[in-house]
């Protein structure tokens, strides 16, 4: 991912922010437990996130978490030196 840019854009980009820059390993829990808070559009976390990043990108991050937890691939949990 480009270090300019603060959002991710794609799946990819996202992937490697969440699990290398940030150093969350995408597990099941942590997968489900994101889709449970980001679904409740009611709640002021889920409002809060719309109003900073917009209704596109909660829609791609919801997207993304639903795709990760298809995604066999091993999440890397040591972030690089760029």
Same mark, same amino acid.
């Given at each position: 991912?480009? /270090?300019?840019?603060?959002?991710? /854009? !794609? ?14 390993p995408l597990? $099941? ?6 889709l449970n808070?980001l679904s409740?559009?009611?709640? +002021? +976390? ?5 109003? $900073?990043?917009?209704? &596109?990108?909660?829609? !791609? ?5 639903? &795709? ?15």
């Open positions: 991912m480009d /270090t300019d840019k603060a959002i991710p /854009t !794609n799946y990819a980009e996202w992937r490697e922010c969440i699990t290398v820059h940030c150093g969350i597990t $099941l829990d942590f997968i489900m437990e994101r808070a409740q559009v009611e709640t +002021e +976390e889920t409002i809060r996130f719309r109003r $900073l990043y917009g209704d &596109q990108h909660w829609q !791609n991050v919801m997207h993304w978490f639903l &795709q990760a937890k298809g995604d066999p691939s091993p999440a890397p949990t040591e972030a690089l030196d760029d």
